[in-house]
């Protein structure tokens, strides 16, 4: 079992930075493949950002490219999103999540739910115009 909390959230204005912090506990950290997903009102949750358990690897959606970085401190058991030049449709509660699938390639490793086993509770991102 892992468990999964997310941190960082908050109210910023549009072009401001901040960042998300998800401290996992419970299994070896390095061994699972984390990603980060938001979900807007009355939208469906989607993919942001994810990463391999060394770090060597990343994964991003096409809307934040660019502007948000994922990364992660194994000795600290904590995954980040550093989330750039934000956006008031970067609104959204923000979750983390960990999966330990070995073979896997790109979007088919990181950016489909199903695959993930455990989540966060999630963290609110609120960006003003």
């Known amino acids: 079992q892992v468990q999964l909390v997310e941190s960082g959230g908050g109210l910023v204005q549009a072009g401001d930075s901040l960042r998300l912090g998800c401290t996992a506990s419970g299994r070896t950290f390095s061994n699972y493949r984390m990603g980060w997903f938001r979900q807007a009102p009355g939208k469906e949750r989607e993919f942001v950002a994810g990463?391999?358990?060394?770090?060597?690897?990343?994964f991003y959606a096409d809307s934040v490219k660019g502007r948000f970085t994922i990364s992660r401190d194994n000795a600290k058991n904590t995954v980040y999103l550093q989330m750039n030049s934000l956006k008031p449709e970067d609104t959204a509660v923000y979750y983390c999540?960990?999966?330990?699938?070995?073979?896997?390639?790109?979007?088919?490793?990181?950016?489909?739910?199903?695959?993930?086993?455990?989540w966060g509770q999630g963290t609110q991102v609120t960006v003003s115009s």
């Open positions: 990463i391999s358990g060394s770090g060597s690897s990343t």
């Open positions: 999540a960990a999966h330990s699938r070995a073979y896997c390639i790109g979007y088919g490793c990181y950016g489909v739910i199903s695959l993930y086993e455990y």
